[in-house]
């Protein structure tokens, strides 16, 4: 992982897996059925298998899931992989003819070190492993499914009836390669919260700090629930919290100033993202981990053919408390709301 800036010390991290330590692990995983089936099963399992990380690594994932002072993006290498692979899947959907599941396995061992995984019913049906696969009926939009555009600097949000999508939000984000794009050209960005601060002039960085936003609700929602019509938030400032550790709120969907010069600041946040941020190409074995509050990622246009070797990420969704979030619980399942 790189920066432009040679300053940006701190706000990510890299953990890299010695070879005997992946090749320990990796044989624990190609033992397990799909994990999901029993999910909480699962992560008590995934628990101990990942217990065998050194003990300086496996420090560094817990404390940058715990503690405020710590980088907003960590790329951990050297990671298992499944043996063989099907074809990618072509319309979002998991794959059914997967055999292993070993980067399941490596996804959510991973996260379950940051916190809960959490489902919701607006996103990938309620998965709580989702597959992030270029889909041609997308591939122009501001969404997962996107490839022919850049996906601008956001964060993951949810549409929730309380007028706020940036409350029941996950806290982390998990993004496990599967398969890279076959040109190896699609690049992840991380822009901490941090960073953008300094890099914004003051009195631009004070109206992003004003509740003159409305977010709009995810991509998935309006597509699948509001019938592609836009649903606003609640004005929200973009910035929120104190200097030294702001929290950072964008929707990938669009965001609407209500002034000129709301409109204005978001322009110039974006061009400053693009300036501070950090970039990785994500291949078999790494995995991202993203602190979804800190800071806001995006993803560069590539090609895909939508041929069954397109690029594959699954991604995982991470609470640090699925307590705050009960009032959305489903009856069906209590990891989904």
């Given at each position: 992982?790189?920066?432009?800036?040679?300053?940006?010390?701190?706000?990510?991290?890299?953990?890299?897996?010695?070879?005997?330590?992946?090749?320990?692990?990796?044989?624990?995983?190609?033992?397990?059925?799909?994990?999901?089936?029993?999910?909480?099963?699962?992560?008590?399992?995934?628990?101990?298998?990942?217990?065998?990380?050194?003990?300086?690594?496996?420090?560094?994932?817990?404390?940058?899931?715990?503690?405020?002072?710590?980088?907003?993006?960590?790329?951990?290498?050297?990671?298992?992989?499944?043996?063989?692979?099907?074809?990618?899947?072509?319309?979002?959907?998991?794959?059914?003819?997967?055999?292993?599941f070993v980067a399941e396995t490596v996804l959510l061992g991973l996260s379950q070190l940051l916190g809960e995984p959490v489902g919701f019913t607006t996103e990938k049906s309620g998965r709580l492993v989702h597959d992030v696969v270029p889909v041609s009926a997308g591939a122009r939009s501001q969404t997962n499914q996107s490839s022919?555009?850049?996906?601008?600097?956001?964060?993951?949000?949810?549409?929730?009836?309380?007028?706020?999508?940036?409350?029941?939000?996950?806290?982390?984000?998990?993004?496990?390669?599967?398969?890279?794009?076959?040109?190896?050209?699609?690049?992840?960005?991380?822009?901490?919260?941090?960073?953008?601060?300094?890099?914004?002039?003051?009195?631009?960085?004070?109206?992003?700090?004003?509740?003159?936003?409305?977010?709009?609700?995810?991509?998935?929602?309006?597509?699948?629930?509001?019938?592609?019509?836009?649903?606003?938030?609640?004005?929200?400032?973009?910035?929120?919290?104190?200097?030294?550790?702001?929290?950072?709120?964008?929707?990938?969907?669009?965001?609407?100033?209500?002034?000129?010069?709301?409109?204005?600041?978001?322009?110039?946040?974006?061009?400053?993202?693009?300036?501070?941020?950090?970039?990785?190409?994500?291949?078999?074995?790494?995995?991202?981990?993203?602190?979804?509050?800190?800071?806001?990622?995006?993803?560069?246009?590539?090609?895909?053919?939508?041929?069954?070797?397109?690029?594959?990420?699954?991604?995982?969704?991470?609470?640090?408390?699925?307590?705050?979030?009960?009032?959305?619980?489903?009856?069906?399942?209590?990891?989904?709301?």
């Open positions: 992982m790189t920066s432009k800036q040679e300053t940006l010390v701190g706000t990510f991290a890299e953990v890299v897996l010695p070879d005997e330590v992946r090749d320990i692990i990796g044989n624990d995983l190609r033992s397990f059925a799909n994990p999901v089936e029993d999910i909480d099963r699962s992560l008590a399992m995934l628990r101990v298998t990942f217990s065998k990380l050194p003990i300086d690594q496996l420090q560094t994932i817990l404390d940058f899931g715990r503690h405020v002072d710590t980088p907003g993006v960590a790329l951990v290498r050297n990671l298992p992989v499944d043996p063989e692979l099907p074809e990618t899947p072509i319309d979002g959907e998991p794959s059914k003819d997967k055999e292993t022919h555009v850049f996906l601008n600097f956001h964060n993951d949000i949810v549409h929730d009836a309380l007028g706020r999508y940036d409350v029941s939000n996950p806290d982390f984000l998990v993004l496990n390669c599967v398969r890279q794009d076959g040109n190896k050209e699609a690049v992840t960005y991380y822009a901490d919260g941090r960073d953008i601060s300094a890099a914004l002039d003051p009195e631009v960085l004070d109206v992003l700090r004003r509740p003159l936003f409305r977010l709009n609700a995810p991509g998935s929602y309006v597509r699948d629930v509001a019938k592609g019509a836009d649903v606003l938030s609640d004005l929200v400032p973009v910035i929120s919290g104190p200097a030294d550790s702001p929290e950072v709120a964008v929707s990938a969907n669009g965001v609407v100033g209500e002034t000129v010069e709301a409109e204005q600041a978001l322009e110039e946040l974006q061009r400053v993202c693009r300036e501070v941020a950090h970039q990785v190409k994500l291949e078999p074995g790494t995995a991202l981990l993203i602190n979804n509050r800190k800071g806001l990622h995006a993803r560069s246009q590539f090609f895909a053919r939508h041929n069954g070797r397109d690029r594959w990420l699954q991604r995982t969704y991470i609470r640090r408390s699925l307590w705050t979030i009960r009032y959305r619980g489903t009856a069906e399942d209590r990891r989904v709301h």
